[in-house]
């Protein structure tokens, strides 16, 4: 059994920023990640960042991720388990890990979860042939490994993800077909879909897929026309030919660590699905168990590097770690969440967190 | 296929290693995954359904869908998108339900 003030659990853009924060302030920290190398899905991200320059806005997300990988590896209060899955958490406070097929209990006294999300998937005929990639994956074969999903994509989505990898699709030299959208508005930031309509790309709206095509591959795709009420138009339906279906549709929570510890969910649309029941300073309805990154709510990285300072400062002030310093990072990372969220762009993201304050009033 | 030209990008791709796929020896790097290098290759197609025999490929790529079970050096229900290439690697379809070796 090891015992540890924090432990965290993922190496993502907001488990990094809880450990390094939480360290700093001078907390002894185990850092859970369950694949073999630091920085979650910052790895694969080659577009820069928005946000102010306090979440390193200009800078390449996968510069980012290096660069809070360093600052994890050189500190000494933090240990960093990796290939290492929580794979629960038991009433007596103990973390259990699967390391390489050994069983590691920890027992820490605050946890900070920032297990991330997992890609969503929608509804319709043959979408499960091989060929049918969701956005991270498509991104991990080309940004991570250098290797093209295919020759021409479909991409479903024309959110900043949609539109995002669709631009890093042609950098690779792979063809987007076009990209569909079922709203009739672009999701994502213009700038990125002007940057994709410049070079040919057509931009979609109020289409949707119906099917794909294809034997034991994707050999194509038909699409068609929605009309004001989300109806598909007749007669609007046409096939593309394509060897790439990419699902740009969302991302939804992983709770199952959380919902497993005892930590109370609500489902709530504007967060993106079932998400950790938590208070202003991210704790979980489980005392002493914080939540951070898109496991609190799918919002971009920059706000999960926010929400992992302020989980890392909250926890570690919680156990006694100099408790002003503390307090003014809480202040600062308020200040910053608040900025994130706040003109047209955060609108979803601020009425999701008022719903989850009034469902956490009432239990 | 592999990416030959990036504007941002450059792999380190480390030491090339031979590989079976079915009965086709391939090559890949130890740096990637076995579904990265597949990828590589062409090769989409990762298993067969249990109750279905549909065919499924990759689809998350992080070790969270479980879509890309493979059985590797005979071991099933191998989640190939998070499983790195080794040399000589025996990698083959998954029909159906994974069976352990006793």
Redesign the interface.
Known sequence: MKNVDIAIVGGGPAGLCAAITAADLGAKVILVEQDDALGGQLVKQTHMFFGSEKQHAGTRGIDIGTMLVEQVESNPNIEIMLNATAMGYYPDGVLGINQEENFIKIKPLKMILATGASERMIAFPNNDLPGVFGAGAVQTLMNVYGIKPGKRVLMVGAGNIGLIVSYQLLQAGVEVAAIVEGSPNIGGYLVHASKIRRLGVPVLTSHTILEALGDREVTGAVIAKLDEKWNIIKGTEQTVVVDTICLAVGLTPLTELIDQGGGKLAYIRELSGYVPIHNQELESTVSGIYVAGDLAGVEEASSAMVEGKLAGAVAAKALGYKPKAAEQIIEEAHQELFDLRSGPVGAGIRAGISKLQEVRQRC | ?????????T?D?GKKVKFFFEDKELEGYQT??IA?AL??SGI???RE?EEMH????????????S?CLMIVNGEPNVRV??T?LQEGMRVQRQLGKGELQR
């Not at chain 2, 296929?1 to 990008?9: A, D, G, Q």
């Not at chain 2, 549909?54 to 869908?65: E, K, T, Y």
């Open positions: 296929m592999r990416i030959k030209k990036h504007p941002i990008l792999w791709k990637e995954t990265a990828h590589a989409k197609e990762m359904s549909r065919p499924r490929g990759l689809f998350c790529a992080i070790g969270n869908c879509s998108c998070v790195k």
